[in-house]
């Protein structure tokens, strides 16, 4: 267990609305990621996080936002929530200082967007 | 740029039989493999991996992978399905920089095991 925990497990919100997710670790890793599952396209890299303010955009940034912090916070805002964005989102951690290193997941958010 | 394909999103196999999952990579660097398993309503969870030295790689579970670089392939085997296997599998390629550490992953496979 590399002490993530993601809120909430769920969610429903409507369309327009705004959204936050938070992931929460316990280590102080430096290395966080948010990525969405979909069916057919696995798990796809939204934004991520290199350290305190230091965040870049993966390759679904389009209608996402970070934020963090503090080291231990990485959260996640869908400024105006659509149903395209109706999706499962996990937290990652990079426990390893090398890039040959695994990340550790969370156990998801669903969210659902109305 | 670095990319991961699974062949096949559905494997059936029956208990004790030879489980093959099939993972092909695209990378123009020496590539970092990863297999991951995910059971429902769960996070994923590392299976095992492939960085350097040697090719083949055991895993939890009884899984291994070989790192084939003439094939830019990865194959998750495993010599006999146990119902407990069943669940989602998926591939991944690290890319960028140790800054990064991102993963790609593959489209994921679904294996069933019947008794």
């Known amino acids: 267990d590399a002490g993530i925990t993601q809120s909430p497990r769920h969610k429903v919100t409507e369309t327009g609305t705004p959204v936050t997710l938070r992931c929460h670790q316990t280590?102080?890793?430096?290395?966080m990621y948010w990525y969405r599952q979909d069916p057919g396209h696995g798990l796809r890299l939204i934004h991520y996080?290199?350290?305190?303010?230091?965040?870049d955009k993966g390759e679904v940034s389009d209608g996402y936002s970070v934020s963090r912090s503090k080291t231990e916070d990485f959260l996640l805002t869908l400024e105006s929530a659509t149903s395209s964005q109706t999706s499962v989102y996990f937290c990652?951690?990079?426990?390893?200082?090398?890039?040959?290193?695994?990340?550790?997941f969370g156990n998801g958010t669903r969210l659902t967007v109305t | 740029a670095q990319s991961v394909t699974q062949l096949g999103s559905h494997v059936s196999v029956s208990e004790g039989a030879l489980v093959l999952l099939r993972c092909n990579y695209s990378?123009?660097?020496?590539?970092?493999l990863f297999w991951y398993v995910q059971y429902p309503n769960q996070g994923l969870q590392l299976l095992l991996k492939?960085?350097?030295?040697?090719?083949l790689v055991k895993g939890i579970n009884g899984f291994e992978a070989e790192f084939k670089k003439s094939e830019t392939s990865f194959h998750l085997t495993k010599p006999s399905a146990h119902m407990s296997d069943a669940a989602e599998y998926f591939c991944?390629?690290?890319?960028?920089?140790?800054?990064?550490?991102?993963?790609?992953f593959g489209q994921g496979t679904t294996l069933q095991v019947k008794p």
């Open positions: 990378s123009s660097v020496p590539p970092y």
């Open positions: 991944a390629v690290s890319v960028g920089s140790s800054n990064t550490g991102k993963l790609i």
């Open positions: 492939y960085t350097t030295g040697a090719t």
């Open positions: 280590e102080n890793h430096r290395y």
């Open positions: 996080s290199y350290g305190v303010k230091d965040t």
């Open positions: 990652a951690i990079r426990t390893g200082t090398g890039v040959n290193s695994p990340l550790h």
